[in-house]
């Protein structure tokens, strides 16, 4: 059975870093692409960054220069590196794994930005 555990998230000061982890119990990691999603109360899921199983990555455009996707394949874990927080950055952050046809969530992450 494939779990990806998120772990990371929290309460954080406008202005401030969290890191977030992504643990796969996946076979052959580094054949997926790995990618950071975020859903805001009231509003649909949305793509933060991804990163390829080549390494190359892409972001949203209201996280670049602020967050870092990176994955570990050695120890099948992705990370996101998240710095310069804003209020707006409030959501719930969700791991995903995809090669085709395969495609699997992890349970989320809370991850809340305020004074």
């Known amino acids: 059975q494939v779990q990806l555990v998120e772990s990371g998230g929290g309460l954080v000061q406008p202005g401030g870093s969290l890191r977030l982890s992504c643990a796969a119990s996946?076979?052959?990691?580094?054949?997926?692409?790995m990618g950071w999603y975020r859903q805001a109360p009231g509003k649909q899921r949305e793509l933060v960054a991804i990163?390829?199983?080549?390494?190359?990555?892409n972001y949203a455009d209201s996280v670049k220069g602020r967050f870092t996707i990176s994955r570990e394949n050695a120890e099948n874990t992705v990370y996101l590196q998240m710095n310069s927080l804003k209020p707006e950055d409030t959501a719930v952050y969700y791991c995903?794994?995809?090669?085709?046809?395969?495609?699997?969530w992890g349970q989320g992450t809370q991850v809340t930005v305020s004074a």
């Open positions: 996946l076979s052959i990691f580094s054949s997926y692409a």
């Open positions: 995903n794994a995809f090669r085709s046809p395969f495609n699997y």
């Open positions: 990163i390829a199983s080549g390494g190359s990555t």
